[in-house]
């Protein structure tokens, strides 16, 4: 149980220091960690995972790193996974907040910042992918036209800008509906 959790407060302290953009950045990351390099979840639990993180209040990154450490490890997992993604995050951010105001003018500072845009939006779009085409464990995608009916009106709704509450409580009803209990 002890290796379980050392081996869970590593990858969650390396998604915290590599995880820049905030949580969908994350999300590449985090399937990399949990599903590809140490098989604690099939691709459609973290699908699922990733969905209940985004209902609940909060960063997806955090509730993500609760819920997983939690399927992991019980309790303390849960505990250990996110201190371990906080602990990165609040750790530089109480030493910049130090320096800040004085080298938030600074030129190097604005390359940085400005070379870290484009990695978060890549990073962005390899999340939104990889929920957009997962798969199965037996490689098929477990995404079926039902989903891409309630995608593409939420979408739409989104577009013709429709409350973000009336839609998620619309694309709930129509998964009961569609999916039963």
């Avoid at 490689?139 to 429709?162: E, N, P």
């Avoid at 839609?167 to 039963?180: D, E, F, P, Q, R």
Wanted: hydrophobic share 55%.
């Amino acid at each position: 149980m002890i290796l379980v959790l050392l081996r869970l407060f590593v990858s969650y302290l390396k998604i915290g220091f590599f995880g820049f953009g905030g949580g969908y950045a994350m999300l590449s990351l985090i399937h990399s960690e949990v599903v590809e390099h140490n098989g604690w979840l099939t691709n459609a639990e973290f699908a699922d995972i990733v969905a209940v993180s985004q209902m609940t209040p909060g960063p997806i990154a955090i509730n993500s790193a609760t819920y997983i450490g939690y399927e992991v490890a019980g309790v303390w997992g849960s505990v250990v996974a996110t201190v371990a993604v906080c602990l990165p995050a609040l750790t530089i951010m109480m030493l910049l907040t130090r320096f800040f105001l004085r080298l938030h003018d600074n030129r190097y500072v604005q390359g940085v910042v400005g070379g870290m845009k484009p990695i978060v939006v890549g990073m962005i779009m390899s999340a939104a992918l990889l929920l957009i085409f997962p798969a199965s464990d037996d490689g098929r995608s477990f995404i079926d036209g039902w989903s891409w009916v309630i995608f593409a009106a939420v979408l739409g709704g989104s577009a013709r800008k429709v409350n973000p509450i009336l839609l998620i409580v619309a694309s709930g009803v129509a998964g009961v509906l569609i999916y039963g209990m």
